[in-house]
């Protein structure tokens, strides 16, 4: 399989490199006749675009969507899709000098041992500018689940040891996510979430994050036991995004230090529908849906490029060294993953959706519910 290809139905492929002229995104198995504009993509765009705030990379990029094929007078025509943005402020001299010496927290040593040499200005197709790609595909595979009334939303739940510890409504996360600079739900949490992360820009240094993401309308019953559970597709796309570390769902971690009769979600009736009375479990039970919302935490990691001198080796002279990064890095990737998360979300779902419906279709039968 190609490893830049996600999917079962509903399938993307990704292209291109950091450095490179764009990067681009093809999508097959959408249908006909979902409503899709080139405005409604950029907006998902514009939520990730660098060079916003001194939070962010100043590496500014229009990151202004190409649709070259399968969408037409604002919907999709049912055949590929294929769009791309380009990469324009493109400093390569900035990796000129590093070409020998690997940096620290970044694949280019054993990207050198499995490709021999290649270019990796950028990170090259590491990098974080490859999440462009996703975010696009995203754009489209939310209208597709929106038609089931299904939405994916997040927001930053942590920045470096600034943690939101209260419950988050749904209604500050649509409103408040992208009204700061932090792109987190609490109100109340980003000056100091600010202060975090520009103690550290400050200090040519970086901070990570948790990102929590809600997928909202899904029925029960929805997914495959074993290796087509939820978590098993979702967190297979959350790891193609650079600097993702970890994942939870639901309590997690922390669910491994209660007891059951804490962490089991009692049933309850509300409205003639079965509903539990918490969701510890993250709305997925057996690698299914159990028809409450799907939570999960996606851990990153702190931004590898960072200004303080680092030590590695030379692999010419297979000597130690000491490297200072220059260039322009976020000193907070997971700020702008924010976006990324909640759009590659909507990828699993619709691929998922689509793969099962059309199963029914195939075997004529259909879901109790």
Not at 192 to 221: F, H, N, Q, W, Y
Request: a neutral charge.
């Amino acid at each position: 399989m190609n490893p830049f290809e996600f999917g079962e139905k509903f399938r993307i492929e990704v292209s291109g490199s950091s450095h490179g002229p764009s990067v681009g995104v093809r999508i097959g198995g959408c249908p006909a006749g979902i409503e899709v504009n080139e405005s409604g993509i950029q907006l998902q765009l514009d939520h990730r675009k660098p060079g916003q705030s001194l939070l962010t990379t100043q590496r500014v990029e229009e990151d202004k969507v190409v649709i070259e094929s399968g969408i037409e007078n604002g919907a999709t025509t049912g055949g590929e899709i294929s769009m791309h943005v380009k990469n324009k402020n493109v400093i390569a001299a900035h990796y000129s000098s590093m070409q020998n010496t690997p940096r620290p927290g970044h694949a280019d040593f054993p990207a050198k041992v499995k490709y021999g040499p290649t270019d990796l200005s950028g990170g090259g197709f590491f990098s974080g500018r490859m999440t462009a790609a996703f975010v696009m595909a995203g754009a489209v595979a939310r209208k597709i689940i929106g038609k089931s009334g299904i939405e994916t939303m997040a927001f930053a739940r942590q920045i470096g040891s600034v943690s939101v510890q209260r419950d988050v409504s749904e209604s500050e996360i649509r409103q408040n996510t992208y009204s700061n600079p932090v792109h987190t739900a609490a109100a109340e949490s980003v000056e100091k979430m600010v202060t975090e992360v520009e103690s550290a820009r400050r200090d040519g240094d970086s901070v990570g994050g948790v990102i929590e993401c809600r997928i909202l309308g899904v029925p029960a019953g929805r997914g495959e036991p074993m290796f087509r559970s939820i978590e098993s597709v979702v967190s297979q796309a959350m790891f193609a995004i650079p600097a993702v570390k970890g994942m939870e769902f639901g309590s997690g971690f922390a669910g491994s230090t209660l007891r059951g009769s804490q962490n089991n979600d009692g049933y309850a009736l509300e409205d003639g529908k079965v509903v539990t009375t918490t969701n510890n479990c993250g709305g997925i039970l057996g690698g299914l849906s159990t028809g409450m919302p799907i939570i999960f935490r996606v851990a990153i990691k702190p931004t590898s490029s960072i200004y303080t001198p680092q030590h590695t080796v030379d692999l010419q002279t297979m000597k130690p060294a000491m490297l200072s990064i220059k260039g322009r890095h976020d000193p907070c990737i997971a700020i702008r993953a924010v976006p990324v998360v909640e759009n590659l979300a909507a990828v699993c779902i619709a691929d998922m959706m689509l793969l099962e419906d059309e199963g029914e279709k195939k075997i004529g039968g259909k879901k109790w519910e």
